[in-house]
Protein backbone atom coordinates (compact mmCIF):
# COMPACT_ATOMS: atom_id res chain seq x y z
CA UNK A 1 0.00 0.00 0.00
CA UNK A 2 1.48 3.65 -1.06
CA UNK A 3 1.19 5.54 1.81
CA UNK A 4 0.63 9.34 1.99
CA UNK A 5 3.93 11.20 3.13
CA UNK A 6 5.08 14.93 4.23
CA UNK A 7 8.49 15.42 4.20
CA UNK A 8 10.50 17.48 6.62
CA UNK A 9 13.65 19.12 5.33
CA UNK A 10 16.06 19.39 8.35
CA UNK A 11 18.37 22.23 8.57
CA UNK A 12 19.19 21.31 12.25
CA UNK A 13 17.19 23.11 14.28
CA UNK A 14 16.23 21.85 18.00
CA UNK A 15 12.37 20.75 17.03
CA UNK A 16 12.79 19.09 14.56
CA UNK A 17 11.64 15.73 15.16
CA UNK A 18 8.95 18.07 17.27
CA UNK A 19 7.65 19.06 14.07
CA UNK A 20 7.34 15.43 12.46
CA UNK A 21 5.49 14.32 15.58
CA UNK A 22 3.04 16.84 15.13
CA UNK A 23 2.24 16.24 11.37
CA UNK A 24 1.77 12.30 12.84
CA UNK A 25 -0.46 13.61 15.35
CA UNK A 26 -2.81 15.19 12.15
CA UNK A 27 -2.75 11.49 11.55
CA UNK A 28 0.09 12.45 8.44
CA UNK A 29 2.76 9.84 8.06
CA UNK A 30 5.82 12.29 7.20
CA UNK A 31 9.27 11.63 6.68
CA UNK A 32 12.91 13.50 8.08
CA UNK A 33 15.46 14.21 5.57
CA UNK A 34 19.03 16.39 5.37
CA UNK A 35 18.47 19.81 3.37
CA UNK A 36 21.44 17.76 1.29
CA UNK A 37 19.28 15.04 0.38
CA UNK A 38 18.95 15.83 -3.70
CA UNK A 39 16.11 17.06 -5.55
CA UNK A 40 15.33 13.87 -7.41
CA UNK A 41 15.27 11.97 -4.35
CA UNK A 42 12.64 14.32 -3.28
CA UNK A 43 10.76 14.33 -6.10
CA UNK A 44 10.65 10.02 -6.15
CA UNK A 45 8.91 10.15 -3.24
CA UNK A 46 5.94 11.76 -4.04
CA UNK A 47 5.38 13.89 -1.36
CA UNK A 48 2.26 15.21 -0.72
CA UNK A 49 4.11 18.46 0.78
CA UNK A 50 7.08 19.59 2.19
CA UNK A 51 8.01 21.20 5.14
CA UNK A 52 11.37 22.99 6.35
CA UNK A 53 12.10 23.27 9.80
CA UNK A 54 14.30 25.85 11.58
CA UNK A 55 18.47 25.62 11.89
CA UNK A 56 20.98 27.44 13.78
CA UNK A 57 22.50 29.69 10.87
CA UNK A 58 21.76 33.08 9.16
CA UNK A 59 20.42 32.08 5.57
CA UNK A 60 22.80 34.88 3.82
CA UNK A 61 25.77 33.86 5.06
CA UNK A 62 28.50 32.23 2.73
CA UNK A 63 28.34 28.48 3.22
CA UNK A 64 24.38 28.40 5.02
CA UNK A 65 22.40 25.47 4.63
CA UNK A 66 20.39 25.76 1.58
CA UNK A 67 18.23 23.28 -0.55
CA UNK A 68 17.59 23.66 -4.29
CA UNK A 69 15.87 26.78 -5.43
CA UNK A 70 13.87 24.27 -7.68
CA UNK A 71 12.36 22.55 -4.88
CA UNK A 72 10.02 25.62 -4.68
CA UNK A 73 9.07 25.10 -8.19
CA UNK A 74 8.17 20.82 -7.90
CA UNK A 75 4.36 21.96 -7.75
CA UNK A 76 4.28 20.38 -4.20
CA UNK A 77 3.09 22.62 -0.98
CA UNK A 78 5.86 23.95 0.76
CA UNK A 79 5.97 25.45 4.12
CA UNK A 80 8.99 27.20 5.97
CA UNK A 81 8.91 27.31 9.62
CA UNK A 82 11.43 30.27 11.14
CA UNK A 83 14.91 29.34 9.55
CA UNK A 84 12.87 27.34 6.72
CA UNK A 85 10.39 30.83 6.15
CA UNK A 86 13.78 32.91 5.89
CA UNK A 87 15.63 30.68 3.23
CA UNK A 88 12.21 30.31 1.37
CA UNK A 89 11.96 34.60 0.71
CA UNK A 90 15.88 34.74 0.52
CA UNK A 91 16.13 32.48 -2.00
CA UNK A 92 13.06 33.89 -3.67
CA UNK A 93 14.07 37.42 -3.64
CA UNK A 94 12.76 38.63 -0.44
CA UNK A 95 15.23 40.20 1.69
CA UNK A 96 16.47 38.63 5.05
CA UNK A 97 18.59 40.39 8.00
CA UNK A 98 19.31 41.14 11.61
CA UNK A 99 16.21 41.97 13.33
CA UNK A 100 16.55 45.04 15.36
CA UNK A 101 14.90 43.60 18.04
CA UNK A 102 15.50 39.90 18.71
CA UNK A 103 12.44 37.89 19.36
CA UNK A 104 12.04 35.21 22.16
CA UNK A 105 9.40 33.29 23.70
CA UNK A 106 5.48 33.73 23.72
CA UNK A 107 4.81 36.71 21.57
CA UNK A 108 0.91 37.47 20.21
CA UNK A 109 0.69 37.15 16.43
CA UNK A 110 -1.85 38.80 14.12
CA UNK A 111 -2.83 36.75 11.85
CA UNK A 112 -4.88 36.63 8.45
CA UNK A 113 -7.51 34.59 9.08
CA UNK A 114 -8.79 34.21 5.42
CA UNK A 115 -5.12 32.17 4.85
CA UNK A 116 -5.61 28.92 4.32
CA UNK A 117 -2.93 28.25 6.75
CA UNK A 118 -4.77 30.45 9.29
CA UNK A 119 -8.68 28.70 8.89
CA UNK A 120 -10.26 28.41 12.31
CA UNK A 121 -6.97 30.17 13.87
CA UNK A 122 -7.58 33.14 16.26
CA UNK A 123 -6.69 36.63 14.72
CA UNK A 124 -4.57 37.35 17.97
CA UNK A 125 -3.00 34.09 18.63
CA UNK A 126 0.16 33.80 21.17
CA UNK A 127 3.22 32.10 19.29
CA UNK A 128 6.61 31.31 20.26
CA UNK A 129 9.08 33.00 18.82
CA UNK A 130 13.11 32.04 18.41
CA UNK A 131 14.79 34.34 15.99
CA UNK A 132 17.72 36.66 15.75
CA UNK A 133 16.86 37.63 12.04
CA UNK A 134 13.88 37.98 10.55
CA UNK A 135 12.34 38.88 6.92
CA UNK A 136 12.57 42.35 6.53
CA UNK A 137 10.46 42.16 3.10
CA UNK A 138 8.84 39.31 1.70
CA UNK A 139 9.48 37.72 -1.53
CA UNK A 140 7.67 38.99 -4.83
CA UNK A 141 4.42 37.60 -5.20
CA UNK A 142 3.93 36.78 -1.71
CA UNK A 143 1.30 38.32 0.70
CA UNK A 144 2.02 39.00 4.62
CA UNK A 145 -0.35 37.10 6.62
CA UNK A 146 0.78 37.56 10.01
CA UNK A 147 2.86 40.12 11.88
CA UNK A 148 3.47 41.19 15.12
CA UNK A 149 4.74 44.41 16.53
CA UNK A 150 8.58 44.03 15.98
CA UNK A 151 7.59 41.40 13.23
CA UNK A 152 6.28 42.90 9.67
CA UNK A 153 6.71 39.64 8.04
CA UNK A 154 5.83 36.34 10.81
CA UNK A 155 4.11 34.97 8.36
CA UNK A 156 3.52 35.25 3.69
CA UNK A 157 2.49 33.07 1.44
CA UNK A 158 1.95 33.16 -2.05
CA UNK A 159 -0.84 30.45 -2.91
CA UNK A 160 -0.99 30.04 -6.62
CA UNK A 161 2.59 28.06 -6.42
CA UNK A 162 1.60 26.98 -2.85
CA UNK A 163 4.44 28.20 -0.67
CA UNK A 164 4.25 29.56 2.98
CA UNK A 165 6.30 30.74 5.33
CA UNK A 166 5.90 30.98 9.15
CA UNK A 167 8.64 32.88 11.05
CA UNK A 168 7.33 31.41 14.71
CA UNK A 169 7.36 27.85 15.76
CA UNK A 170 3.53 25.97 14.94
CA UNK A 171 5.32 23.10 16.78
CA UNK A 172 6.22 24.28 19.58
CA UNK A 173 3.44 23.77 22.41
CA UNK A 174 3.53 27.51 23.63
CA UNK A 175 2.08 27.99 20.12
CA UNK A 176 -1.29 28.03 21.57
CA UNK A 177 -3.25 27.10 18.07
CA UNK A 178 0.29 25.80 16.12
CA UNK A 179 -1.66 22.14 15.83
CA UNK A 180 -4.41 23.52 14.04
CA UNK A 181 -1.88 25.47 11.84
CA UNK A 182 -0.04 22.32 10.77
CA UNK A 183 -2.81 20.30 10.71
CA UNK A 184 -4.88 23.65 7.74
CA UNK A 185 -1.18 23.29 5.74
CA UNK A 186 -1.50 18.97 5.92
CA UNK A 187 -5.06 18.99 5.03
CA UNK A 188 -6.53 22.04 3.43
CA UNK A 189 -3.16 22.94 1.72
CA UNK A 190 -1.83 19.77 0.82
CA UNK A 191 -4.90 17.72 0.62
CA UNK A 192 -3.51 14.88 2.69
CA UNK A 193 -6.54 12.20 3.77
CA UNK A 194 -4.74 11.25 7.03
CA UNK A 195 -5.03 7.61 6.59
CA UNK A 196 -1.53 7.20 9.28
CA UNK A 197 -3.61 5.54 12.12
CA UNK A 198 -2.08 2.70 14.40
CA UNK A 199 -4.54 0.29 13.85
CA UNK A 200 -3.99 -0.16 9.95
CA UNK A 201 -0.32 0.59 11.01
CA UNK A 202 -0.03 -2.37 12.54
CA UNK A 203 -2.27 -4.67 10.77
CA UNK A 204 -0.39 -3.97 7.65
CA UNK A 205 2.82 -4.51 9.64
CA UNK A 206 1.83 -8.02 10.44
CA UNK A 207 0.68 -8.81 7.08
CA UNK A 208 4.38 -7.95 5.33
CA UNK A 209 6.35 -8.99 8.23
CA UNK A 210 4.50 -12.54 7.68
CA UNK A 211 5.27 -12.23 4.02
CA UNK A 212 8.88 -11.39 4.81
CA UNK A 213 9.22 -14.05 7.17
CA UNK A 214 7.55 -17.36 5.53
CA UNK A 215 8.82 -19.94 7.02
CA UNK A 216 12.07 -19.13 9.24
CA UNK A 217 13.33 -18.91 12.15
CA UNK A 218 13.42 -15.47 14.09
CA UNK A 219 15.35 -14.33 17.14
CA UNK A 220 14.70 -11.73 19.38
CA UNK A 221 16.27 -10.16 22.27
CA UNK A 222 13.82 -9.20 24.97
CA UNK A 223 14.67 -6.74 27.83
CA UNK A 224 11.10 -5.69 28.97
CA UNK A 225 11.34 -2.51 28.08
CA UNK A 226 8.86 -0.66 25.67
CA UNK A 227 10.60 -1.24 22.32
CA UNK A 228 11.51 -4.42 22.44
CA UNK A 229 8.18 -5.39 24.14
CA UNK A 230 6.07 -4.17 21.12
CA UNK A 231 8.35 -5.64 18.77
CA UNK A 232 8.14 -9.44 20.17
CA UNK A 233 4.45 -9.00 20.29
CA UNK A 234 4.29 -8.02 17.12
CA UNK A 235 6.74 -10.33 15.90
CA UNK A 236 4.45 -13.13 17.81
CA UNK A 237 1.12 -12.04 16.12
CA UNK A 238 2.82 -12.42 12.64
CA UNK A 239 4.75 -15.67 12.91
CA UNK A 240 4.01 -17.47 16.00
CA UNK A 241 6.43 -20.36 16.98
CA UNK A 242 9.22 -19.55 14.84
CA UNK A 243 10.04 -16.81 17.40
CA UNK A 244 12.55 -16.81 20.28
CA UNK A 245 12.52 -14.36 22.68
CA UNK A 246 15.60 -14.44 24.89
CA UNK A 247 15.68 -11.83 28.24
CA UNK A 248 18.61 -11.77 29.73
CA UNK A 249 18.50 -11.14 33.53
CA UNK A 250 21.28 -9.21 34.41
CA UNK A 251 20.79 -8.54 38.14
CA UNK A 252 20.42 -4.84 37.41
CA UNK A 253 16.85 -4.53 36.86
CA UNK A 254 13.93 -2.43 38.72
CA UNK A 255 12.15 -5.03 42.02
CA UNK A 256 10.77 -7.79 40.84
CA UNK A 257 11.23 -7.00 37.06
CA UNK A 258 12.72 -10.08 36.08
CA UNK A 259 9.72 -12.12 37.37
CA UNK A 260 7.16 -9.70 35.58
CA UNK A 261 9.00 -9.78 32.10
CA UNK A 262 8.56 -13.19 32.50
CA UNK A 263 4.96 -13.28 33.60
CA UNK A 264 3.77 -11.77 30.83
CA UNK A 265 5.94 -12.83 28.45
CA UNK A 266 6.97 -16.70 29.90
CA UNK A 267 5.80 -19.58 28.64
CA UNK A 268 2.70 -19.07 31.00
CA UNK A 269 2.03 -15.47 29.65
CA UNK A 270 -0.83 -14.12 27.38
CA UNK A 271 1.51 -14.21 24.69
CA UNK A 272 2.89 -17.64 24.74
CA UNK A 273 5.89 -17.10 23.18
CA UNK A 274 9.49 -19.40 23.06
CA UNK A 275 10.78 -17.40 26.12
CA UNK A 276 14.20 -18.41 27.26
CA UNK A 277 15.25 -16.05 30.37
CA UNK A 278 18.79 -16.22 31.21
CA UNK A 279 19.86 -15.69 34.71
CA UNK A 280 23.44 -14.26 34.50
CA UNK A 281 22.90 -11.93 37.91
CA UNK A 282 26.17 -13.46 39.48
CA UNK A 283 28.37 -13.07 36.37
CA UNK A 284 27.28 -9.58 35.73
CA UNK A 285 28.43 -8.69 39.50
CA UNK A 286 31.49 -10.41 39.19
CA UNK A 287 32.60 -8.77 36.29
CA UNK A 288 31.45 -5.13 37.84
CA UNK A 289 33.59 -5.87 41.02
CA UNK A 290 35.99 -2.91 41.67
CA UNK A 291 34.83 -1.20 38.59
CA UNK A 292 33.78 2.62 39.42
CA UNK A 293 34.11 4.25 36.55
CA UNK A 294 30.39 4.99 35.14
CA UNK A 295 31.38 4.66 30.97
CA UNK A 296 33.38 1.64 32.16
CA UNK A 297 30.69 0.32 34.17
CA UNK A 298 28.59 0.77 30.69
CA UNK A 299 30.61 -0.54 28.72
CA UNK A 300 31.45 -3.95 30.94
CA UNK A 301 27.33 -4.49 30.85
CA UNK A 302 26.89 -3.96 27.37
CA UNK A 303 29.85 -6.56 26.30
CA UNK A 304 29.06 -9.14 28.74
CA UNK A 305 25.12 -8.38 27.81
CA UNK A 306 26.47 -9.21 23.92
CA UNK A 307 28.47 -12.46 25.04
CA UNK A 308 25.06 -13.70 27.02
CA UNK A 309 22.74 -13.34 23.83
CA UNK A 310 26.09 -15.02 21.96
CA UNK A 311 25.49 -18.01 23.89
CA UNK A 312 22.01 -18.66 23.91
CA UNK A 313 21.87 -18.14 20.02
CA UNK A 314 24.10 -20.62 19.74
CA UNK A 315 22.14 -23.20 21.33
CA UNK A 316 19.37 -21.87 18.93
CA UNK A 317 21.42 -22.26 16.02
CA UNK A 318 21.10 -21.12 12.75
CA UNK A 319 18.41 -18.39 12.87
CA UNK A 320 16.64 -16.32 9.39
CA UNK A 321 16.27 -13.26 11.32
CA UNK A 322 17.13 -11.13 14.04
CA UNK A 323 14.58 -8.31 15.41
CA UNK A 324 15.88 -4.67 16.67
CA UNK A 325 13.26 -2.48 18.39
CA UNK A 326 15.01 0.46 16.52
CA UNK A 327 12.53 3.28 16.61
CA UNK A 328 12.49 6.76 14.40
CA UNK A 329 14.52 8.97 16.57
CA UNK A 330 17.16 6.18 16.53
CA UNK A 331 16.83 6.15 12.82
CA UNK A 332 17.40 10.00 12.46
CA UNK A 333 19.69 10.36 15.00
CA UNK A 334 22.61 7.84 14.07
CA UNK A 335 22.67 10.00 10.81
CA UNK A 336 20.69 8.07 8.76
CA UNK A 337 17.06 10.87 8.56
CA UNK A 338 17.71 14.32 9.22
CA UNK A 339 20.73 16.55 9.76
CA UNK A 340 20.74 17.15 13.74
CA UNK A 341 22.88 14.68 14.44
CA UNK A 342 22.81 13.84 17.81
CA UNK A 343 25.85 11.60 19.32
CA UNK A 344 24.44 9.09 21.40
CA UNK A 345 26.28 6.90 23.48
CA UNK A 346 23.23 5.16 24.82
CA UNK A 347 23.08 1.75 23.64
CA UNK A 348 21.24 -0.81 24.99
CA UNK A 349 23.40 -3.51 23.34
CA UNK A 350 26.65 -2.00 21.93
CA UNK A 351 26.21 -2.65 18.52
CA UNK A 352 25.12 -5.76 16.01
CA UNK A 353 25.50 -8.47 17.30
CA UNK A 354 27.55 -9.87 13.86
CA UNK A 355 28.30 -13.28 15.40
CA UNK A 356 24.67 -14.30 15.30
CA UNK A 357 24.53 -16.76 12.65
CA UNK A 358 21.52 -14.67 10.89
CA UNK A 359 20.67 -13.93 7.50
CA UNK A 360 18.54 -10.28 7.88
CA UNK A 361 17.54 -7.74 10.64
CA UNK A 362 13.95 -7.20 10.72
CA UNK A 363 12.94 -3.74 12.49
CA UNK A 364 9.19 -3.82 13.12
CA UNK A 365 9.37 -0.04 14.73
CA UNK A 366 11.96 1.64 12.27
CA UNK A 367 9.14 4.22 11.39
CA UNK A 368 7.56 4.95 14.92
CA UNK A 369 7.77 7.65 17.45
CA UNK A 370 8.11 6.56 21.02
CA UNK A 371 4.50 7.45 21.49
CA UNK A 372 3.20 5.65 18.71
CA UNK A 373 4.99 2.77 19.35
CA UNK A 374 2.78 2.59 22.89
CA UNK A 375 -0.34 3.26 20.63
CA UNK A 376 1.06 0.41 18.35
CA UNK A 377 1.98 -1.41 21.78
CA UNK A 378 -1.71 -1.05 23.35
CA UNK A 379 -3.58 -2.06 20.11
CA UNK A 380 -1.41 -5.29 20.14
CA UNK A 381 -3.25 -5.87 23.56
CA UNK A 382 -0.05 -5.29 25.68
CA UNK A 383 -1.20 -4.17 29.16
CA UNK A 384 -1.00 -0.28 29.80
CA UNK A 385 1.44 -0.52 32.90
CA UNK A 386 3.74 -2.25 30.51
CA UNK A 387 3.77 -0.13 27.59
CA UNK A 388 3.32 3.34 29.28
CA UNK A 389 6.40 2.52 31.88
CA UNK A 390 9.06 5.37 32.17
CA UNK A 391 12.45 5.02 30.59
CA UNK A 392 15.02 2.52 31.50
CA UNK A 393 18.51 2.53 30.20
CA UNK A 394 20.24 -0.87 28.75
CA UNK A 395 22.69 -0.85 31.89
CA UNK A 396 19.87 -0.24 34.45
CA UNK A 397 21.02 0.13 37.75
CA UNK A 398 24.42 -0.44 36.80
CA UNK A 399 24.51 3.50 36.70
CA UNK A 400 21.97 4.30 39.26
CA UNK A 401 24.69 2.96 41.83
CA UNK A 402 27.42 5.71 41.95
CA UNK A 403 31.25 3.72 42.12
CA UNK A 404 31.29 0.22 42.44
CA UNK A 405 28.15 -2.04 41.71
CA UNK A 406 27.26 -5.16 44.52
CA UNK A 407 24.58 -7.39 45.21
CA UNK A 408 23.91 -5.60 48.56
CA UNK A 409 23.94 -2.16 46.80
CA UNK A 410 21.61 -3.49 44.18
CA UNK A 411 19.00 -4.21 46.85
CA UNK A 412 19.27 -1.12 48.52
CA UNK A 413 18.68 0.55 45.34
CA UNK A 414 15.65 -1.74 44.16
CA UNK A 415 13.96 -1.27 47.58
CA UNK A 416 14.48 2.21 47.60
CA UNK A 417 13.26 2.77 44.21
CA UNK A 418 9.85 0.62 44.63
CA UNK A 419 9.14 2.39 47.71
CA UNK A 420 9.41 5.96 45.72
CA UNK A 421 7.22 4.54 42.82
CA UNK A 422 4.66 3.39 45.29
CA UNK A 423 4.42 6.39 46.80
CA UNK A 424 4.49 8.67 43.80
CA UNK A 425 1.87 6.47 41.60
CA UNK A 426 -0.47 6.93 45.65
CA UNK A 427 -0.01 10.82 45.33
CA UNK A 428 -1.30 10.42 41.88
CA UNK A 429 1.96 11.97 39.85
CA UNK A 430 3.12 8.97 38.13
CA UNK A 431 1.78 10.22 35.30
CA UNK A 432 2.51 13.98 35.49
CA UNK A 433 5.95 13.24 35.96
CA UNK A 434 8.35 12.28 33.01
CA UNK A 435 10.70 10.38 34.56
CA UNK A 436 11.65 9.37 38.37
CA UNK A 437 13.89 7.21 40.49
CA UNK A 438 16.25 6.40 43.21
CA UNK A 439 19.93 6.16 42.94
CA UNK A 440 22.60 5.14 45.72
CA UNK A 441 25.46 7.62 46.05
CA UNK A 442 28.97 6.63 47.29
CA UNK A 443 28.39 8.89 50.19
CA UNK A 444 28.33 6.94 53.42
CA UNK A 445 27.74 9.44 56.58
CA UNK A 446 26.79 8.84 60.53
CA UNK A 447 23.09 9.10 61.49
CA UNK A 448 21.52 7.53 64.45
CA UNK A 449 18.68 4.86 64.69
CA UNK A 450 16.61 4.00 67.68
CA UNK A 451 20.04 4.38 70.36
CA UNK A 452 22.33 3.12 67.64
CA UNK A 453 24.78 5.13 65.90
CA UNK A 454 24.38 3.81 61.86
CA UNK A 455 27.31 4.14 59.54
CA UNK A 456 25.17 4.32 55.90
CA UNK A 457 24.93 5.03 52.51
CA UNK A 458 22.68 7.98 51.14
CA UNK A 459 19.81 7.77 48.91
CA UNK A 460 19.23 10.35 45.86
CA UNK A 461 15.72 10.80 44.79
CA UNK A 462 14.99 12.09 41.18
CA UNK A 463 12.37 12.95 38.92
CA UNK A 464 12.40 15.51 35.89
CA UNK A 465 9.78 16.80 33.04
CA UNK A 466 11.36 16.59 29.69
CA UNK A 467 9.90 17.10 26.42
CA UNK A 468 12.61 15.49 24.41
CA UNK A 469 15.05 13.93 27.21
CA UNK A 470 18.18 16.20 25.59
CA UNK A 471 16.91 18.98 28.64
CA UNK A 472 15.45 18.12 31.48
CA UNK A 473 13.95 20.54 34.53
CA UNK A 474 13.07 19.17 37.99
CA UNK A 475 10.02 18.01 38.67
CA UNK A 476 8.18 19.86 41.77
CA UNK A 477 7.24 16.74 44.55
CA UNK A 478 4.76 17.45 47.06
CA UNK A 479 7.13 18.05 50.11
CA UNK A 480 5.01 15.77 52.23
CA UNK A 481 5.21 13.29 49.37
CA UNK A 482 9.11 13.73 49.81
CA UNK A 483 8.96 13.39 53.49
CA UNK A 484 6.71 10.12 53.36
CA UNK A 485 9.02 8.31 51.22
CA UNK A 486 12.43 9.69 52.99
CA UNK A 487 10.12 7.88 56.12
CA UNK A 488 10.19 4.70 54.70
CA UNK A 489 13.00 4.41 52.83
CA UNK A 490 15.08 4.77 56.32
CA UNK A 491 12.59 2.84 57.90
CA UNK A 492 12.80 -0.43 55.32
CA UNK A 493 15.29 0.15 53.50
CA UNK A 494 18.44 -1.72 55.44
CA UNK A 495 21.65 0.29 55.01
CA UNK A 496 20.33 3.40 54.33
CA UNK A 497 19.93 6.57 56.74
CA UNK A 498 19.60 9.62 54.60
CA UNK A 499 17.34 10.54 51.93
CA UNK A 500 18.49 13.67 49.40
CA UNK A 501 16.38 15.10 46.57
CA UNK A 502 17.77 15.92 43.33
CA UNK A 503 17.51 19.63 42.28
CA UNK A 504 19.80 19.35 39.15
CA UNK A 505 18.53 20.38 35.94
CA UNK A 506 19.49 19.25 32.87
CA UNK A 507 22.39 20.62 31.82
CA UNK A 508 24.18 20.92 33.51
CA UNK A 509 23.02 17.54 35.32
CA UNK A 510 22.08 14.28 33.04
CA UNK A 511 18.85 12.55 33.68
CA UNK A 512 20.54 9.45 35.01
CA UNK A 513 22.72 9.68 38.45
CA UNK A 514 26.09 7.65 37.74
P1 LIG B 1 20.90 11.21 30.42
O1 LIG B 1 21.32 10.55 31.69
O2 LIG B 1 21.94 11.12 29.34
O3 LIG B 1 19.64 10.38 29.91
O4 LIG B 1 20.43 12.61 30.63
C1 LIG B 1 18.73 10.76 28.92
C2 LIG B 1 17.69 9.66 28.77
O5 LIG B 1 18.31 8.48 28.25
C3 LIG B 1 18.17 7.40 29.16
N1 LIG B 1 19.43 6.67 29.13
C4 LIG B 1 19.60 5.51 28.48
N2 LIG B 1 18.75 4.78 27.74
N3 LIG B 1 20.45 3.21 27.32
C5 LIG B 1 19.18 3.62 27.19
O6 LIG B 1 18.39 2.94 26.54
C6 LIG B 1 21.38 3.90 28.04
O7 LIG B 1 22.53 3.51 28.15
C7 LIG B 1 20.93 5.12 28.64
N4 LIG B 1 21.53 6.05 29.42
C8 LIG B 1 20.59 7.00 29.70
C9 LIG B 1 17.86 8.04 30.50
O8 LIG B 1 17.14 7.14 31.33
C10 LIG B 1 17.07 9.23 30.08
O9 LIG B 1 15.73 8.86 29.81
Known sequence: MKREKILIIDFGGQYNQLVARRVRECNVYCEIYSYKTDLEKIRDMKPKGIILTGGPNSCYEEGAAACDPALFELGVPVLGLCYGAQLMMHTLGGHVGKAPVREYGKIEVTTDRSSKLFTNVSEKTVCWMSHNDYIETAAPGFQIIAHTPDCPVAAAQCEERQLYAIQFHPE????????KMLSNFVYEICGCAGDWKMDAFVENSIRSIRERVGKGRVLCAL????????????????VGDQLTCVFVDHGLLRKNEGDEVEEVFGPNGPYKLNFIRVNVQERFYEKLKGVEEPEQKRKIIGEEFIRVFEEEAKKIGTVDFLVQGTIYPDVVESGLGGESAVIKSHHNVGGLPDYVDFKEILEPLRDLFKDEVRRAGLELGIPEKLVCRQPFPGPGLGIRIVGE????????????????????????????????????????????????RTYDYAVALRAVNTIDFMTAETAEIPFDVLVKVMNRVINEVEGVNRVF??????PPGTIEFE
Open 405 to 452: VTAEKVRMVQDADAIYREEIAKAGLDKSIGQYFAALTNMRSVGVMGDE
Open 223 to 238: SGGVDSSVAAVMMAKA
Open 172 to 179: VLHTQEGT
Open 501 to 506: YDLTSK
